[in-house]
Nanobody, 125 residues
Framework: QLQLVESGGGLVQAGGSLKLSCAAS????????MGWFRQSPGKKRELVAA????????DYADSVKGRFTISRDNAKNTVYLQMNSLKAGGTAAYVC??????????????????WGQGTQVTVSA
């Protein structure tokens, strides 16, 4: 239902920070759960973080909890992923996804109907 476009990826040193953005267009952003997945060669796509449509509840993978923060600005139809203390394992294509009133967030790709094209994050070690 939503068109999603990510931005903000790039090359960063281990221990550094990066902030990703996902801009959405469509009528259902304010009622959609938003999520960030990441995909790297040889690894299964994993859900990194998710946030409810209201922004009042969030969920994180154990591997990033305490270092990553997901947030949203419904007035701008945009969701963000602030990544701090980046590690080599954070190298991946980060992809934005959306699904209407999905909570708790699903780890299954098929449960999310809207997807962006992804933005590449490379962490040098």
């Amino acid at each position: 239902q939503l068109q999603l476009v990510e931005s903000g990826g790039g090359l960063v040193q281990a221990g550094g920070s990066l902030k990703l953005s996902c801009a959405a267009s469509g009528r259902t952003f304010n009622s959609s759960t938003m999520g960030w997945f990441r995909q790297s060669p040889g690894k299964k796509r994993e859900l990194v973080a998710a946030i409810t449509w209201s922004g009042r509840t969030t969920d994180y993978a154990d591997s990033v909890k305490g270092r990553f923060t997901i947030s949203r600005d419904n007035a701008k139809n945009t969701v963000y992923l602030q990544m701090n203390s980046l590690k080599a394992g954070g190298t991946a294509a980060y992809v934005c996804a959306a699904e209407h009133m999905l909570w708790p967030p699903s780890r299954l790709e098929g449960d999310w109907r809207s997807w962006g094209q992804g933005t590449q994050v490379t962490v040098s070690a």
